[in-house]
């Protein structure tokens, strides 16, 4: 994400569900930190529901953090979240120590240097970067030719839907079954399953 000059702490976002229910996160006020809408979020956590029990979760844009720290919030073993804006980062850690969130990890990095150098294998990744940057097809192609997504693996794309309105836009693997997908203004959002971690 881009650094914007005078950002502020000033913004917050709702835990929806699980142990942190109703607590509020801040979040870096900066152009490319947009969390996912309360709607989009309960709309796919209730698609992903047992998934997430003692699952491994990365949220590689995390930005606001909301979700993974929902994921975390329901049940997750394991969540990192990753961005590339120390400010961001530093939010972040600020909310963790809040919540006394043992189960989250976060990381200062950018997207493809750290799905290189990840040490476990992902059972849900949420792929939400900034709707101004054209990530997902790289962060896609990436993901497929490397050995960290687990059998089954949950995939989350959320991205702007007049730029990404089909899968062959967006090059989206044979081996990802498409599960779930809905449309909420502008946004479109997508909930794949790996059927095949073969490279």
Request: hydrophobic residues 40%; aromatic residues 8%.
């Amino acid at each position: 994400m881009k650094h914007q000059k005078n950002s502020k702490i000033d913004l917050k976002v709702k835990i929806i569900g699980g142990i942190w229910k109703g607590r509020n996160i801040a979040f870096v006020n900066k152009k490319n930190v947009r969390p996912t809408k309360n709607q989009i979020r309960e709309t796919l956590f209730n698609w992903l529901k047992d998934d997430l029990i003692n699952a491994v979760c990365v949220d590689l844009f995390c930005g606001s953090g909301a979700l993974g720290i929902e994921a975390a919030s329901r049940g997750a073993k394991k969540v990192f979240l990753v961005d590339n804006d120390i400010d961001v980062i530093n939010c972040l850690s600020n909310q963790i120590d809040i919540l006394e969130a043992k189960n989250i990890t976060l990381v200062n990095s950018i997207a493809e240097d750290f799905i290189i150098n990840i040490n476990h294998k992902i059972n849900i990744i949420f792929l939400d970067p900034p709707f101004s940057d054209n990530k997902l097809i790289n962060i896609i192609n990436k993901l497929t030719s490397l050995n960290i997504l687990s059998n089954e693996c949950k995939v989350y794309i959320e991205t702007s839907y007049s730029k990404y309105s089909s899968d062959n836009i967006l090059n989206i693997p044979n081996s990802w079954q498409l599960l779930k997908s809905k449309k909420s203004g502008g946004v479109a959002y997508m909930l794949f399953k790996v059927i095949d971690t073969v490279v």
